[in-house]
Nanobody, 123 residues
Framework: QPQLVESGGGLVQPGGTLRLICVAS????????LAWFRQAPGKEREFVAA????????NYAESVKDRFNISKDNSANMVHLEMNRLKPEDTAVYYC????????????????WGQGTQVTVSS
């Protein structure tokens, strides 16, 4: 069965940088759209960023645009999320997702989720 495993989370000070990694198994990421979502305590899970299987279409949530960068390495079957200039409001569990769909003004997640990695931004 396809699986996603996230890593790279941790505690970081405001203004700092973290790089999240998602490793896929049981599936080839070169033929699937990939995305990152996050969920803060008491909040709904929200979209963060997505990249198409071709790598030619990338979308970001307005709250992270110009700060986060999504990328992938097909040969290593990994997707990355580089998070720069982190803010306390970025604190959440970050989830990797595969198999979603792009629409004009939104992105719907696919069926495959990772277990999540905790990101805490605090001084």
């Amino acid at each position: 069965q396809p699986q996603l495993v996230e890593s790279g989370g941790g505690l970081v000070q405001p203004g700092g940088t973290l790089r999240l990694i998602c490793v896929a198994s049981g599936m080839g990421i070169s033929i699937h759209n990939l995305a990152w979502f996050r969920q803060a305590p008491g909040k709904e899970r929200e979209f963060v960023a997505a990249i198409s299987w071709r790598g030619d279409l990338i979308n970001y949530a307005e709250s992270v645009k110009d700060r986060f960068n999504i990328s992938k390495d097909n040969s290593a079957n990994m997707v990355h999320l580089e998070m720069n200039r982190l803010k306390p409001e970025d604190t959440a569990v970050y989830y990797c997702n595969a198999g979603g769909s792009f629409y004009t003004d939104y992105y719907t997640p696919g069926e495959v989720w990772g277990q999540g990695t905790q990101v805490t931004v605090s001084s």
